[in-house]
T-cell receptor
Framework: GQQVMQIPQYQHVQEGEDFTTYCNSS?????IQWYKQRPGGHPVFLIQ?????EVKKQKRLTFQFGEAKKNSSLHITATQTTDVGTYFCAGDSGGGADGLTFGKGTHLIIQP | DAGVIQSPRHEVTEMGQEVTLRCKPI?????LFWYRQTMMRGLELLIYFNNNVPIDDSGMPEDRFSAKMPNASFSTLKIQPSEPRDSAVYFCASSLAPNTGELFFGEGSRLTVL
């Protein structure tokens, strides 16, 4: 079945440094979504990418969808303590019946 | 709207006991999902419903797990009998579409089986 891999599993950064997490799928995706989960909280939707090569920005967050629609990345510029949490990608292979497949997430730890 | 509502927020039980988790989706959302989250396995889709009908239950780990959705505003996930390896956070989520729309998660039910 479809597999979605995320790296790194953990990332420690100093406040103000940039952060990037990468997502790779074993199959071509029809779309990819990104979620953020704060410690002790629940996943919250950030964005959805649909088009090959798509780039979307939300303030300090930049999301990219690869040309082959098999990979994606989330980049945070100048991290802040409020960025702490786990970032998940979730892919859909377009089969329609399987629901989204989530990566295991990247845990972002920020040192002040 | 109050969002997806789950209960209980925390459950501690002993091995062998029956556990029932409850979920109220966002009104108007036709899709309801049950996920399990553990450190080892991450977020796993257990089952999802469309218009109260189970569509894909391939993620349900064993016959000990069952889920129902008797109406559009209520779903249950039952574990009977529970085992320590069932300890996890169980999330319910709802959406307007299965794979192309935003998933709205509840706050989760943290289950500990002793």
């Amino acid at each position: 079945g479809q597999q979605v891999m995320q790296i790194p599993q953990y990332q420690h950064v100093q406040e103000g440094e940039d952060f990037t997490t990468y997502c790779n799928s074993s199959t071509t995706l029809s779309n990819i979504q990104w979620y953020k989960q704060r410690p002790g909280g629940h996943p919250v939707f950030l964005i959805q990418l649909v088009k090959s090569g798509e780039v979307k920005k939300q303030k300090r967050l930049t999301f990219q969808f690869g040309e082959a629609k098999k990979n994606s990345s989330l980049h945070i510029t100048a991290t802040q303590t409020t960025d702490v949490g786990t970032y998940f990608c979730a892919g859909d292979s377009g089969g329609g019946a399987d629901g989204l497949t989530f990566g295991k997430g990247t845990h972002l730890i920020i040192q002040p | 709207d109050a969002g997806v509502i789950q209960s209980p927020r925390h459950e501690v039980t002993e091995m062998g006991q029956e556990v029932t988790l409850r979920c109220k989706p966002i009104s108007g959302h036709d899709y309801l999902f049950w996920y399990r989250q553990t450190m080892m396995r991450g977020l796993e889709l257990l089952i999802y419903f469309n218009n109260n009908v189970p569509i894909d239950d391939s993620g349900m780990p064993e016959d000990r797990f069952s889920a129902k959705m008797p109406n559009a505003s209520f779903s249950t996930l039952k574990i009977q009998p529970s085992e320590p390896r069932d300890s996890a956070v169980y999330f319910c989520a709802s959406s307007l579409a299965p794979n192309t729309g935003e998933l709205f998660f509840g706050e989760g039910s943290r289950l500990t089986v002793l």
